[in-house]
């Protein structure tokens, strides 16, 4: 499945989620329990997105005072996990250094961690294994409107930061991805970039394991980054790099993500 941006809620851009919203207001137990993937989300914030501004900058100034710097998405109950993660995007990339990787069950595997770094790093999977980890259920809303409960489990980017010496004030984290998206002159290699304080967030994981299983190839394999207070095409994966930075302006076409380089919102708050 590919986005196109003509598809796109036409709010996205400004959306500010009921969860989000209703987050900040201090009333998430009034809203209404959540399980499995379902479709028909396209409307749930039309209100209050027709009246938030559209200026990207100013949206993501609102959502940061609203969310705070460490609210946490919520989390679900094992019960609520009713179906798979509904692959989406790349699912089987055919990336010749990818293919390779799989040949090879991923023993291979180095996530590179550069950029304003005291330590670059080059992390074997096992080495990423053995930090501390996380698992958390979380709920997946993707732009086209659909979203799934999932159990995801990795280790937190705010350790492997540290391990690397990432300079303190430095403002924005890059993915580079193994898997190229789009055909003829479209096609290019995904990314994504967040900032420090989406970086820095207790639920945002570099993840290797879904539903009690390793990460499967179609959900991004062997690694995917989980930001669990954005949308779906945030989350980066077949993650080859870390890059600390704080310029956007090298990679892909300069917007901050393979999407972004297509019209949508680098901040995708929800
Ligand atoms: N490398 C890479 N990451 C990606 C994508 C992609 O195509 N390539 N698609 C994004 C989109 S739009 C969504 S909704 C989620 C889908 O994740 P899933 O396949 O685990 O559901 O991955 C995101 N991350
Ligand atoms: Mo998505």
Known sequence: MTHNPKHDPNGRSVR??????LRGAGLVAATAPLAGCFDGLGDRDGTIR???ETANSLTYRVQRMLLGMDDLAREYSESEIRQPQRPNGSTDPRDPDYLALVA??????????KGAVGRPLSLSLGELRAMPARTQITRHDCVEGWSCIAKWTGVPLSHVLDEAGARADARFVVFECFDTLG??????????????????????????GLN??????SNGAPLRVRIERQLGYKMAKYIRSITVTDDLSGFG????GYWEDRGYEWFAGI
């Not at 090879?104 to 961690?113: C, D, I, M, Q, T």
């Not at 009690?212 to 190839?217: C, F, R, T």
Request: net charge positive; no cysteine; glycine share 16%.
């Open 212 to 217: 009690d299983q390793g990460l499967p190839v």
């Open 16 to 21: 500010l989620g009921r969860r989000g919203f």
């Open 50 to 52: 027709n009246v938030m």
């Open 183 to 208: 055909g003829g002159a479209g096609a290019a290699k995904y990314y994504e970039s967040i900032d420090m304080r989406d970086a820095r967030h207790p639920q945002t994981i570099l993840a290797y």
């Open 253 to 256: 076409g300069g917007a901050g």
């Open 104 to 113: 090879s069950n991923f023993s291979p595997y180095r996530l590179e961690v």
